[in-house]
Nanobody, 129 residues
Framework: QGQLVESGGGLVQAGGSLRLSCAAS????????MGWFRQAPRKDREFVAA????????YYADAMRGRFTISRDVDRNVLYLRMRDLVPEDAALYYC??????????????????????WGQGTQVTVSS
C-alpha cells in the first residue's frame, strides 16, 4: 500500500517559518493526489493544502493561503509544506496523505479527509507566542 513519513516539525516562535517534509515509500505515488491536514488538541482534523498528482492544481484552506506553500519532488517521492508567518493557532499535529483523486475532480475532493487512502503518522508543530 505504501508508507508516508512526515518530518520537519518542531517548536518555532510566532512569525517564524518551518518546512515540513513527507517521504513516500513502498510504492509509486506519482499518480496520487497529495495533501496536508492538521489536528489541534480537542479539534477536528482540518484541511491545510493539497495538489493534484500532475501538479496542475493546488488548493489551500483560506487561513493558510498566502502563508503556506505545498510542493512535491516527484523524482524523490517527497511532499513539502513550507509555512511562514506562523501563529499560535497553527500549532497542531500535521499529517500528509495520499489519495487516488483525478485532476478532473473539483476542490471538494481534495479538501475532504475521507478521499485520502494513505496517511502518515504526523509531525508536531508548536508555535510559541
Amino acid at each position: 500500500q505504501g508508507q508516508l513519513v512526515e518530518s520537519g516539525g518542531g517548536l518555532v516562535q510566532a512569525g517564524g517559518s518551518l518546512r515540513l517534509s513527507c517521504a513516500a515509500s513502498g510504492r509509486s505515488f506519482s499518480q496520487y493526489a497529495m495533501g496536508w491536514f492538521r489536528q489541534a488538541p480537542r479539534k477536528d482534523r482540518e484541511f491545510v493544502a493539497a495538489m493534484t498528482w500532475d501538479g496542475t492544481s493546488v488548493y489551500y484552506a483560506d487561513a493558510m493561503r498566502g502563508r503556506f506553500t505545498i510542493s512535491r519532488d516527484v523524482d524523490r517521492n517527497v511532499l513539502y509544506l513550507r509555512m511562514r508567518d506562523l501563529v499560535p493557532e497553527d500549532a497542531a499535529l500535521y499529517y500528509c496523505a495520499a489519495g487516488p483523486m483525478s485532476p478532473l475532480e473539483d476542490s471538494d475532493s481534495y479538501t475532504s479527509a475521507t478521499k485520502y487512502a494513505i496517511w502518515g503518522q504526523g509531525t508536531q508543530v508548536t508555535v510559541s507566542s
